[in-house]
């Protein structure tokens, strides 16, 4: 994940690390960058869906255009 | 130079005041530690709290105050905090390294988006951008477009029209038993008010909000407003950093109060939560007064600039109580860009989604509560108890039911407020005044608990029990002055 205030790239389980100690336990769906402490929504699992989807198909119609 | 061949440990060597106080530093030291005694003399001049405990244990106060002499003696050559300089000068170093092997074919960032971030950040144009984006973004944006145009289409034809009286009529027919009638539509019913002000007043605002502040986010001008912000803040205790949870505190004051960690001093940390707590209202709450007050652009410059001068004068006087200097503050500014649709977009969705998935159940059980207090009476006897209230600050009676709703959450009751405004009980300057006292309550029960998780009991109680008779306070004066001056709104 990209940080969207001071830019910084990290992966989710370095933000649960610094949400350690929080009360919430993940409830809050937010992801917190390591750096700055500025919060951001996950991103929904639809659209995750979404993305993975998209990309299995270019890699489809990527191999089929080499086969 | 392969990096395992790199001097490691020399890599950089700072400016002479600095050099001298580390090699004093590291005579000075006789414990055994796990680091390199430079990296525990660096880190002792740059302020770390853990190694100076650390240090404090295992060399005894004798020799740890000879170390905070060799540090006071360094900090004497510098205007600046050590840590800034020692961060300037590896900034330095690094950015000379890159400069030998790293090679751009051409400048990445466009010469506007660099010239439009300088511009942010500058206070003789950054603060007219600022008013820009207030305007359109919140203003026009979020306020008219959002609390009018679109409130009025879901509000007034889609629920006002169709699906409550629909419901109403099916739920009459079916269910013979007045009291549940009420519960489900009556004038405080779970669908004819809570899943109304949920759905079709709060979420198109929350919506535009949210739409609003990812696109701005994602341009990166958050940080440019830190930058613009953070000789401001330090007069009130703060710096730029404390942004980060005031702009969160737009969105959620509960999420934000939590974000108050990242502030260095347990002093910022409680000036914060106190200004998060009385002065910054929440997405949903600031989306309804915009759309409450937009028909009245002379009430909502007053509210603003009262939002802004309790903001401003609470927070100076908070830092003059609570004694402390502020933290310094830098960071790196990431580039301006155009936003990327499918980021706003995705953005936007999860907010709501999170937004809607946390007011939804409680405004359902507001009603609930409601209806219960109905029943048992104890709601009419709130209102009052209520009543007096509401008259002090020039409110007739119907206004106690909003202020009633706005204990359960402020952006509850401003929706309260706003269902008044549609049956033209109140004038341009209850409006405001009204307006005024619930922005400054506390937000809502979930804040008061943070607040007491955070902060502990005695300060969530303290900064309780200072926000509500201030609130009422401020809307007393507002309305007298008001009545005085003869303003019309």
Redesign the interface.
């Known amino acids: 994940m990209k940080c969207?205030?001071?830019?910084y790239t990290y992966e989710e389980d370095e933000s649960a690390l610094v949400c350690q100690g929080?009360?919430?336990f993940g409830g809050?769906?937010?992801t917190?960058c390591p750096r700055?402490?500025?919060?951001?929504?996950?991103?929904?699992a639809v659209?995750q869906w979404l993305r993975r989807w998209r990309a299995k198909r270019a890699i489809d119609s990527a191999n089929r255009e080499r086969s | 130079m392969s990096l395992n061949t790199f001097p490691v440990e020399r890599a950089i060597t700072y400016p002479p005041p600095i050099e001298e106080a580390v090699e004093a530093i590291e005579a000075t030291l006789q414990a055994d530690y796990t680091l390199s005694r430079r990296a525990i003399a660096l880190l002792l001049l740059q302020n770390d709290e853990e190694i100076e405990g650390m240090v404090r244990r295992r060399e005894g106060e004798e020799r740890f105050a000879l170390i905070a002499e060799h540090i006071r003696r360094a900090q004497a050559h510098y205007r600046e905090p050590l840590s800034m300089v020692i961060l300037a000068h590896r900034q330095k170093v690094a950015h000379a390294l890159a400069q030998e092997v790293v090679h751009y074919p051409l400048k990445t960032a466009s010469g506007f988006a660099e010239w439009l971030g300088r511009i942010c950040m500058q206070p003789l144009t950054g603060i007219p951008i600022l008013l820009l984006v207030l305007y359109y973004g919140l203003y026009q944006f979020v306020g008219v477009f959002g609390g009018g145009t679109l409130v009025d289409l879901l509000e007034n034809k889609l629920f006002g029209e169709y699906i409550n009286p629909f419901l109403t009529h099916w739920v009459k027919t079916l269910i013979p038993f007045a009291p549940i009638q009420e519960l489900l539509v009556g004038e405080y019913g779970i669908f004819t008010l809570g899943i109304t002000y949920a759905v079709a007043l709060i979420l198109p605002i929350v919506g535009t909000f949210f739409l609003m502040f990812s696109i701005l986010?994602?341009s990166?001008y958050?940080?440019r407003l830190a930058m613009l912000i953070d000789r401001l803040f330090k007069k009130i205790g703060l710096n730029g950093?404390a942004v980060?949870p005031m702009v969160?505190g737009f969105g959620c004051d509960t999420?934000a109060t939590?974000?108050t960690?990242?502030l260095e001093t347990p002093r910022e940390r409680l000036i914060a939560t106190f200004l998060l707590a009385l002065a910054i209202p929440c997405s949903a709450q600031l989306g309804v007064i915009m759309a409450l007050l937009a028909s009245h652009p002379g009430a909502l410059l007053i509210w603003a600039v009262t939002l802004a001068a309790v903001f401003l004068f609470i927070g100076w006087l908070t830092a003059k109580v609570l004694p402390g200097t502020p933290a310094t503050f830098h960071?790196?500014i990431?580039?301006m860009r155009l936003p990327i649709l499918s980021n706003v977009l995705?953005?936007t969705?999860?907010?709501m989604?999170?937004y809607f998935?946390e007011v939804f159940p409680l405004f359902i059980l507001a009603s609930v509560v409601i209806w219960l207090g109905q029943m048992t009476g104890l709601f009419d006897l709130a209102l009052r108890v209520l009543t007096p209230v509401v008259h002090l600050l020039g409110l007739p009676d119907e206004a106690a039911s909003a202020f009633l709703f706005g204990f359960f959450r402020r952006d509850y009751g401003a929706a309260g407020l706003y269902h008044l405004q549609e049956h033209n009980v109140l004038n341009g300057r209850q409006l405001l005044v009204s307006a005024v006292t619930l922005t400054l309550f506390l937000p809502c029960i979930a804040q008061f608990l943070m607040m007491k998780?955070e902060r502990g009991l005695k300060t969530a109680l303290a900064i309780s029990g200072i926000i509500f008779p201030f609130a009422v306070t401020v809307g007393a004066i507002m309305n007298l002055l008001l009545q005085v001056l003869g303003v019309r709104l």
């Open positions: 969207a205030f001071c830019g929080c009360g919430l809050c769906h937010l917190k700055c402490g500025y919060e951001q929504p996950q991103e929904p659209v | 986010e994602d990166g958050f940080p950093r980060i969160l999420m939590l974000v960690r990242i960071m790196e990431p580039p995705t953005k969705y999860a907010r989604h999170w998935r998780k």
